[in-house]
């Protein structure tokens, strides 16, 4: 399956900057910022995502998860990201790129998240922007899927901006906030009209 793999060099997943944002492997300085923006931001949060673990925000399940980011990494498995606002570097959220699979797909899922203070202001639309063309340059991807709730017009509008296309519907498809929910199927081709094409001023 080598012959196959055409992933990165993990040193080329450093950096990735985007239209006032940039994004970068989380680090253990970042720990304070990133545990207190999850915190003010988990009632807007809690909807959309699985249940988080009661440990979820300490030091040492950070430090646990940068271990495994960085095996993810290494091992062309998963590319985790935080966003950072370009004006003053301040995190505003994180974006993954999961699930990497090589061979005849060379595929990978696309999942997010904003903190409640930044968002609807643009910043993850140009963020999933940057990371798309991270992922079809540098990661040498075909696809990238995302699938997100079907109320969840926030994410839907986002993905379609982008130029995601809908692909299908997974019934109880993932366990969200407790719950096995419905998930709408999204997916961008690298052979599909990329937007910087979005404009400007959008507000996802």
């Not at 995190?91 to 999961?98: D, M």
């Not at 203070?117 to 340059?137: C, D, E, I």
């Not at 997100?148 to 379609?160: I, K, M, R, T, W």
């Not at 498809?173 to 929910?181: A, E």
Request: with cysteine; proline share 6%.
């Amino acid at each position: 399956m080598a012959l196959f793999r055409l992933g990165p060099a993990s040193d080329s997943v450093n950096f990735v900057r985007g239209e006032g944002v940039h994004l970068r492997p989380p680090e253990m300085r970042d720990y304070e910022a990133w545990a207190g923006l999850r915190e003010r931001s988990r009632g807007f949060l809690t909807p959309w995502e699985p249940t988080w673990p009661g440990d979820d925000l300490t030091r040492a399940a950070f430090r646990r998860r940068l271990r495994r980011h960085a095996q993810e990494i290494e091992s062309d498995e998963a590319y985790p990201f935080l966003i950072f606002r370009e004006s003053d570097n301040i995190l505003v959220g994180g974006l993954t790129l999961g699930q990497v699979r090589r061979g005849v797909a060379q595929a990978a899922t696309l999942g997010y998240w904003m903190g409640a203070p930044y968002a609807g202001k643009g910043l993850m639309s140009r963020s999933v922007r940057a990371v798309t063309g991270f992922a079809f340059t540098t990661l040498r991807l075909h696809r990238i899927e995302a699938a997100c709730l079907p109320h969840n017009d926030a994410s839907v509008q986002l993905l379609e901006r982008i130029g995601f296309k809908r692909e299908g519907f997974a019934r109880s498809y993932l366990r969200i906030n407790g719950v096995w929910q419905d998930h709408l199927l999204y997916a961008l081709l690298d052979t599909d009209p990329l937007p910087l094409r979005v404009p400007r001023r959008d507000q996802s």
